[in-house]
């Protein structure tokens, strides 16, 4: 299984960006998908999770109304539209492909992550 993740870059704090994540090697579409990140000198934490179907979200709350999980099985990608950027957002962001077709919040219900893309917000 490889997971390729892609989008990152630099914007100002207001901005917005796009990350993809290009799944290969399983069945992509009987398995929920994650985004998650990791800032300088933190541990790695949730982002937001979508079901098998793409019909269930769930969001950090630090990112909700600001950020948006999606996924196109037939393209075997999942997406995370992010708006308003904060400072507070920079990190490294990482797609995980999950065990089961539920996304959980816990990196515990993944089980193949991606090589993860730098998300930088200027102030």
């Known amino acids: 299984v490889q997971l390729q993740a892609s989008g990152g870059g630099m914007v100002q704090a207001g901005g917005s960006l796009r990350l993809s994540c290009a799944a290969s090697?399983?069945?992509?579409?009987?398995?929920?998908m994650g985004w998650f990140r990791q800032a300088p000198g933190k541990e790695r934490e949730f982002v937001a999770a979508?079901?098998?179907?793409?019909?269930?979200?769930n969001y950090a709350d630090s990112v909700k109304g600001r950020f948006t999980i999606s996924r196109d099985n037939a393209k075997n990608t999942v997406y995370l539209q992010m708006s308003s950027l904060k400072p507070e957002d920079t990190a490294v962001y990482y797609c995980?492909?999950?065990?089961?077709?539920?996304?959980?919040?816990?990196?515990?219900?993944?089980?193949?992550w991606g090589q993860g893309t730098q998300v930088t917000v200027s102030s």
């Open positions: 090697g399983r069945t992509f579409s009987n398995y929920a």
């Open positions: 979508i079901d098998w179907t793409g019909g269930r979200t």
């Open positions: 995980a492909l999950g065990k089961t077709g539920w996304g959980r919040s816990a990196e515990g219900g993944y089980d193949y």
